[in-house]
């Protein structure tokens, strides 16, 4: 089960929410939604609460305050618009279901999410419809689900070669309705306390490779500069005299997002090179409220084995040898 990926900005949106809300308004009611539907996923949560600005209360005050971020009666349904078939999804509190929210200004408990595991239909879009009982208003938001994917190399049946100096390509086929893609490397490896070899601990570091990436073409494809695989393994990995490493394998770990969580990245950069005090609207792709419901698809090829060469290479790489690494022999690097 992946983390929601985006969180409820409630006092972002009040800074800078769209003209046709009057957040100054006394307690005007401002539905904000966020969501990311995962088809590759075993649950779904979307994020529903509420923001206004109270004229007479500071508004670092209100964000402390439960009752001002969540409502206490919803009815949340995702609706599959190719079938026309409903899913009701359940009220839960985030922070025991492993959707931790982060510490800040706003209260974290509870952390009111709204919770499906229903199966994702990867060829349709589907619609939330929020509803408040007791004056039956509605905010809806509607997204195409991003589809499963090819990914051509790397291969689980073929060794990766990382040699410094060289290149790796990846390469996939497109995700049908997917626009943006990530990629992270798991680097897997076993450190052994030289002082006690029954003391063993299994490890891995994720490397970002690329973030927010479209394709060019008909075809997915990235090439990697290999020496940058070793200068982040120097960055990410702690010298410690007391361990000799054993390198393991690598997992590709592609993550790809639908059109509207583009939008949305898209709109937020653009805001970030304002000089001046000048604020845009938000995107958003909400009627009748504000934030954002899209899609995304995660796709992991685990367990590479990694080449020899390579393996002798992070033994003994300028980068790397401080680490204490083996070579594919077993031997420290000389």
């Known amino acids: 089960m992946k983390k929601l990926g985006v969180g409820i900005i409630l006092f972002f949106f009040i800074a800078s929410c769209s003209t046709d809300f009057d957040v100054t308004t006394s307690w005007k009611d401002i539905t904000v939604i966020y969501g990311l539907l995962d088809a ?3 649950a779904q949560y979307m994020k529903v609460g509420k923001a206004y600005l109270d004229p007479t209360t500071s508004a670092l005050t209100i964000a402390k305050n439960p009752d001002s971020l969540y409502y206490k009666e919803l009815n949340v349904v995702l609706q599959n618009n190719s079938s026309g078939s409903t899913i009701q999804l359940e009220k839960v509190d985030g ?6 929210k982060d510490t800040g200004i706003f209260a974290n408990e509870p952390n009111t999410l709204y919770k499906t595991t229903e199966p994702i239909d990867q060829s349709a879009s589907y619609t939330l419809v929020v509803t408040q009982p007791d004056n039956g208003k509605q905010v809806t938001a509607t997204t195409q689900i991003v589809n499963d994917f090819q990914v051509i190399t790397p291969s689980s049946t073929i060794k990766i070669n990382f040699l410094p100096g060289l ?13 943006i893609y990530d990629l992270t490397i798991r680097f897997h490896y076993t450190e052994v306390n030289v002082n006690d070899p029954t003391q063993i601990d299994k490890k891995y570091v994720d490397w970002l490779v690329f973030s927010n990436y479209k394709i060019q073409g008909t075809t997915g494809s990235y090439t990697i500069q290999n020496d940058n695989f070793y200068i982040y393994l120097n960055f990410a990995i702690p010298d410690d005299p007391n361990v000799h490493r054993i390198t393991d394998s690598c997992d590709f770990m592609f993550s790809v997002g639908g059109v509207e969580l583009d939008n949305y990245n898209q709109v937020s950069i653009a805001q970030q090179g304002l000089t001046s005090g000048q604020v845009l609207p938000t995107y958003t792709n909400v009627d009748n409220g504000l934030g954002l419901l899209s899609s995304r698809f995660h796709k992991t ?14 033994a003994c790489n300028s980068h790397t040898s401080h680490l204490n690494f083996l070579t594919q022999d077993g031997q420290l690097c000389q």
């Open 95 to 100: 922070n025991f279901e492993g959707q931790v």
């Open 40 to 42: 590759s996923d075993t």
């Open 167 to 179: 290149t790796y390509k990846v390469n996939w086929n497109p995700a049908q309705d997917g626009i």
């Open 301 to 314: 090829i685990a367990n590479i084995e990694i080449d020899p060469r390579t393996v002798d290479s992070i």
